[in-house]
């Protein structure tokens, strides 16, 4: 099994390019769906924020999973991959691990440390695990970066320095302003990034905060924790005349304010500059809004570089994270190599429990006096002995399993021990398993006609 990371961000791709490859929230199952079901994909986690998209993949063939992913964009998307293919990375097996810890711990993020991404990784992969897109692979590695970027925000001081998107698009406007005192602000959109901006606002001291939003009592909550003023994202048009400021942050498909609206509202106001700044990808303001006499408008991509006064102790605190993301790497690696062990392990443990079964029997046969008592001493005696036996083989077998020749270590271990009948009914198992989980993919085959697959099982990750 091989892992796969292919993406575009904020680096590799313009706001323009990013906004083309981004999803709805609705339709992540379904493509995760359409995702699993390709020829060899067995696990798979979608990571879609505004500044990135990225498919994370495990599959049994290597050479074909970035086609398989590519066309997967140009079909989904609409979009012709000569228009993006220059924009995508491709990261494979242990640069994909050890990209997946970095954009985790936020070290790969526009603003380097912050938190906001963790929990888009985290339910990234829940909603690819309560899909059944995820298994044993994923599961571990996920989890494990999860664990990871928590730990090194506890253990440094990356974050200590309050920065994020939203908080840059306030820095900006105070560069411009200088100071919020007396300013009035229009905030578009009532979602987390919105909540975030409020509460940076509200600290460096605007005068009033208005909030817009589709739904007029998503508006109404967030703005009465600011004691700010809710409106309709329809009457933000006509709020415009009266703001100094707006930023824009909603998950609409479309230009929520058109170049028309805001031309409009500056015959109202023509000597008063207005500065729009919008956070949201897909973008909510109509590019053209810049053409406009006396409106400055900025994008996401223009924010990046305004918190850089904070970034050099961030730099320092991003040295510590990429030793421990080091560590970690080589802890998921030394899993992934003695994840073959287990079968034989478990082989061993149950031939094992066999011959102490039989051998009581055949001691209780022959020694009908003993009373249930003494059978249960003797019981628990000869299984301390067998376990005590079994102890060292077993640890043993672990390091070497963990080594270079692991597998043939694994070979030697199962002649010794004489485990073939027991590993074969365990393989027996797993291809009942397999076999089932394959009538079940012929079943969705059938009402996708496009959709191809290789069904998973723990079996496939042998060492």
Sequence with gaps: MHIIAVGLNYR????EVREKFTFAEQDLPGALAELKQMKGVLEVVVL??????EFYVAIDRLPMCSH???S?????????RTEFMQHLYTYEEEQAIQHLFRVACGLDSMVLGETQILGQVKAAFLLAQENKATGTLFNMLFKQAITLSKRAHSETSIGESAVSVSYAAVELGKRIFGSFAGKRVLIVGAGKMS?????????????????????????????????????TIEQAGERLADVDIVISSTGAEGYVLKAADVAACMKKRPSHPLFMIDIAVPRDLDPSISELSNVFLYDIDDLEGIVESNLEMRRNEAAKIELMIKQEMD????????????????????????????????LFNKLPELDERQRTVIRRLTRSIVNQMMHDPINRIKEMAAE???????????YIFALEEQLAAGNEEAQAVKENAAD????????????????????????
């Design 12 to 15: 590799t791709a313009p706001v």
């Design 48 to 53: 879609a924020t505004c500044n990135r998209t």
């Design 68 to 70: 398989f992913i590519h």
């Design 72 to 80: 997967f964009m140009e079909q989904w998307f609409d979009v012709p």
């Design 195 to 231: 909540e975030l901006t409020v509460k940076h606002l509200f600290a460096n001291g605007a005068a009033e905060v208005i909030v817009a939003n589709r739904t007029l009592s998503r508006a109404q909550e967030l703005a009465s924790r600011f004691s700010g003023t809710p409106c």
């Design 331 to 362: 802890a998921f690696a030394y899993w992934l190599q003695t994840l073959g062990v287990k079968p034989v392990i478990r082989a061993l443990q149950e031939k094992a429990t066999d011959i102490h079964e039989d051998t009581l029997q055949s």
């Design 404 to 414: 270079k020749n692991g597998a043939e270590a694994l070979d030697m271990f199962s």
């Design 440 to 463: 079940n993919r012929a079943s969705q085959s059938q009402k996708s006609p496009r959709s191809e697959s290789v069904p998973f099982s723990v079996a496939q990750m042998s060492v």
